[in-house]
């Protein structure tokens, strides 16, 4: 049990809970019972907090006795952008506030979710917001979760249960099973609590790593068919961890971070049916530039070589994070390539960063930033070359040309965020070449690719470091296919200097300084659009019904990126309303 009274004190000395570097958080496989102590203030008597932004997830949890707020308004200004939640539960109300971005997957709200503000993104949910009047409150919803895997958790077992014969309790890893077509949280039915589906594995089918295991104790054990248990640490990589047989889980406890030393890729997957990668944390080496950071499949077995992955079990990604920069220099070409086909991406953040503790000099550039482009090297953020590839939340931001390039068919993606690079020194580098297209668009989908769903996606500029530099597309696809279909896509221009001029095709309105956004098209058929634009570079927008407009009626957008705390469709204002009072922990147990 967990019991926190008194005033909460943010330890940057500001006053304010400022959520937008609350990075690589997680709260999983827990309940948590808020009780109001006689003492705490009335702000903070509300509710429970969970203020955070990227790389943070929420997974099967039960909230009781209140709200949960995904901001902290007791200290106002409390900005936040982005989320994900899973196989959750609240019984009282969930407050968005100033949580720009957020992806809710199989959870329940059972008295409501308030507010919006730029994407907010449920599958297979219950109790969130409609999405009837997009883009008033700009909400997308899918009824069911068209496949879902649950990550991998700890729990203890009983007698006869993992191969456990000798009575004792005993640890052990629960899997849960690839579902389709799915509503609510795996672990109730008909208001009952239920077993998730699934399958349990004693603690002894696994390698226990730590930082100093050895590369040939991967290879070994991996050789025998074990699994991969990586404790909290940080890990160099100097030899790839090949994973090549079908089931194999490989899952990380406290954000263990594998950092790519010599420019290896630290982790390899055979494109071979069930693999799960779960809670793993994945750096760029400042030594040398990596090929890939995380490959998922051999390139050379696509297009032509059979696939061996399964649509019923799934390649798994579960909160799988890549970082190029940050706490140290990081260089790599790709930070993740998919080469497989049936590949289940579920809450990832691939992020080259746009600040960190490298020590660059403050003076080249704005704080450092010519020498940060020069130095962190990120081409793409991600590659995605397999079929029938599903991702929910993915997060890729800052790269230094496309953030995402999905050449694989039958593509889909249930809420896309993503950030163009800050820190271009001149339009010659934020160029295309040889097309001369201006700016990489972050979101790009190939030339061959007849089929490919995206909804709720939202692309942000801020070039701090020239703001002259110019973006033509937010988002770029084939014209003239009627399988390519985009819907609830925005682009939006975050604090001041930068320039979007189109959203998807040429098609949409120019955000920059004095028109922020965001902007919103409701759905872009490529099919619709076969030779709008015959160069592939934007012409003057022109007004069709594709455009939605929304700036006038729409609140959240006269705030800064950082500061929007202003709640959709209230003109007045609203008054934030929760915070922790005191909380009670208990493991949940299968």
């Known amino acids: 049990d967990f019991f926190q009274e008194g005033e909460f004190i943010p330890t940057d000395g500001s006053g304010h809970c400022i959520a937008l570097n609350n990075f690589w958080r997680s709260l999983a496989n827990l309940q948590i019972h808020i009780i109001t102590p006689p003492q705490q203030d009335f702000c903070r008597g509300q509710a429970n907090f969970w203020a955070v932004s990227q790389a943070s997830s929420m997974r099967r949890v039960s909230i009781v006795g209140g709200k949960l707020s995904l901001m902290d308004f007791c200290t106002n200004p409390a900005y936040a952008s982005g989320g994900f939640m899973a196989d959750t539960l609240v019984q009282g109300q969930i407050e968005n506030g100033s949580q720009q971005q957020w992806i809710s997957r199989n959870i329940e709200v059972q008295n409501g979710w308030s507010g919006a503000v730029w994407n907010q993104v449920f599958v297979g949910s219950i109790g969130g917001l409609s999405d009837a009047s997009f883009p008033d409150p700009p909400v997308s919803t899918v009824a069911d979760t068209p496949i879902a895997r649950e990550k991998p958790f700890l729990v203890m077992v009983r007698q006869g249960q993992a191969n456990n014969s000798n009575g004792k309790m005993k640890m052990a890893v629960f899997v849960p099973s690839a579902v389709a ?202 590659i995605v070359n397999g079929n029938n590839v599903v991702a929910m939340g993915l997060f890729v931001e800052h790269f230094q040309q496309h953030n995402l390039i999905w050449n694989g068919d039958n593509g889909k993606v249930y809420m896309f965020q993503s950030e163009l690079a800050y820190e271009p020194p001149s339009q010659m580098d934020w160029t295309q070449q040889p097309s001369g297209i201006l700016g990489y668009e972050a979101y ?47 682009t ?20 920059d300084s004095n028109n922020r956004g965001p ?46 705390s202003i709640q959709k469709g209230n003109p007045g204002g609203i008054i934030w309303t929760i915070t922790l009072a005191s909380i009670s922990i208990v493991l949940a147990l299968r």
């Open 181 to 382: 077509n799915t509503r609510g949280v795996s672990w109730k039915s008909s208001g009952q609590t239920t077993s998730t589906p699934g399958k349990l594995l004693p603690l002894e089918d696994f390698l226990i790593a730590t930082p100093s295991t050895l590369a040939q104790e991967y290879r070994l054990a991996l050789g025998q068919g074990k699994h991969l248990l990586f404790t909290p640490g940080v890990y160099n990589i100097y030899d790839t961890i090949r994973v090549e047989r079908a089931h194999t889980v490989v899952l990380g406890l406290g954000h263990a971070t594998l950092i790519a030393r010599n420019g290896v890729v630290p982790l390899q997957t055979l494109d071979a049916e069930g693999i799960i990668l779960a809670g793993i944390t994945i750096d760029a080496g400042p030594d040398a530039v990596s090929p890939v950071l995380l490959q998922i499949g051999d390139r050379s077995q696509l297009p032509s070589s059979p696939a061996t992955s399964n649509p019923n079990h799934p390649i798994t990604l579960s909160d799988v994070y890549i970082r190029v920069g940050g706490p140290y220099v990081g260089k790599t070409n790709i930070a993740l390539e998919i080469n497989a086909h049936h590949v289940l991406i579920d809450h990832t953040w691939i992020w080259r960063a746009d600040h960190g503790i490298e020590n660059f000099d403050k003076s080249d550039g704005y704080g450092g930033d010519n020498e940060r482009w020069r130095s962190n090297v990120g081409v793409n953020g991600a």
């Open 444 to 490: 790009k989908v190939g030339d061959a690719v007849q089929n490919h769903y995206l909804l709720g996606g939202g692309v942000y500029c801020y070039n701090r470091n020239n703001p002259d530099i110019v973006t033509q597309r937010g988002f770029a696809v084939p014209k003239g296919r009627s399988g390519i279909v985009l819907e609830h896509i925005m």
């Open 519 to 564: 902007y919103y098209l409701d759905r872009y058929a490529s099919i619709d659009y076969p030779t709008r634009f015959s160069n592939g570079i934007s012409a003057p927008f022109q007004t069709g019904k594709e455009e939605i407009e929304t700036p006038a009626v729409f609140a959240a957008n006269q705030a800064e990126s950082s500061g929007a």
């Open 492 to 511: 939006r221009n975050l604090s001041g200097p930068g320039i979007i001029r189109s959203i998807v095709n040429g098609i949409g309105p120019q955000v």
